[in-house]
């Protein structure tokens, strides 16, 4: 049987581990039936080298520095003659200076807040500008980005990460308004939190591991990416054709609770 996504092809950004959220929703939507490729740059692309190893069969990886506008067109140019089209993309990229993050919210310079806004928030638009045209001239597409719910709540920690990732999710229904009559769908993916190499650069990010679980309704598992993979294959896929300027959660139900809740019965 066909996966949901057979014979799409999707971009896939961000993967640098086996333990990337992006490894996980790349490895996926193969199996699904996706033609993969990676981005990839710098000191991290040797990473990202050895993690697309594991993928079978092994995607390509091409260059792309989200902060450097003339790397996205390269991209979108090397996509083109490539696959002659894009049927969606992934957004799994975010960075904040470690002076903004894990109490520093007042202190915390411009530079590394403007430095966190772009890599994390407007790079979202960057890409969608370049790379939507190849999915417009073949009937639309999905773009999928990776979010942590900050709309509404301040978290420990979090400080400029968060304010950016409220940011990424005001950038989502715009991309969403301006993208739809060219049937591109823009959505956000609300993980809860997840055992990664960007989690670690996150001061006090065991307080949100630990509490976690309690509190979802249905638990959580912070090692199992699988649930979150699956969600972004199905925004990626047809199955979500009517679904745009969303911020999908797959956290185990904590968002919606006002407390920690009890899975036990009551009598």
Same mark, same amino acid.
């Given at each position: ?14 993967? =640098? ?45 091409? +260059?792309?520095? @989200?902060?450097?506008? +003339?790397?996205?067109?390269? =991209? ?8 002659? #089209? ?63 719910? /900050? ?21 989502? #229904? ?12 823009? /959505? ?29 309704? =249905? ?5 199992? #990416? ?39 019965? @009551?009598?």
């Amino acid at each position: 049987m066909p996966g949901i996504l057979e014979g799409k092809k999707i971009l896939v950004t961000g993967v =640098l581990t086996p333990a990337s959220i992006a490894f996980a929703i790349a490895e996926t939507a193969q199996k699904e039936g996706a033609d993969i490729v990676l981005t990839s740059f710098g000191r991290v692309m040797s990473l990202t080298e050895k993690s697309a190893r594991r993928m079978k069969p092994t995607p390509e990886i091409l +260059e792309m520095d @989200v902060n450097k506008q +003339e790397q996205i067109d390269a =991209l979108a140019d090397s996509l083109r003659q490539r696959w002659g #089209r894009l049927d969606g993309f992934v957004h799994a990229i975010a960075f904040a200076p470690a002076d903004s993050l894990g109490g520093h919210f007042l202190t915390a310079p411009w530079e590394s807040v403007q430095n966190a806004f772009q890599t994390s928030a407007y790079s979202l638009k960057a890409m969608a500008q370049s790379l939507s045209p190849l999915m417009a001239e073949n009937g639309g597409g999905s773009i999928v980005t990776l979010d942590f719910d /900050n709309s509404t709540q301040a978290w420990p920690f979090y400080d400029w990460m968060g304010v950016c990732k409220a940011a990424l999710e005001s950038v989502t #229904r715009y991309l969403a308004r301006d993208l739809g009559h060219h049937h591109i769908r823009v /959505n956000a993916l609300a993980a809860g939190p997840l055992k990664t190499m960007a989690a670690k650069g996150i001061p006090g990010f065991e307080n949100f591991e630990n509490s976690w679980g309690k509190r979802s309704p =249905l638990g959580w598992d912070s090692q199992d #990416r699988g649930p979150v993979a699956k969600m972004a294959c199905v925004l990626l896929s047809d199955w979500s054709s009517m679904t745009t300027g969303e911020i999908v959660h797959v956290d185990g139900g904590y968002h919606a609770m006002g407390a920690e809740v009890s899975t036990e019965p @009551v009598d």
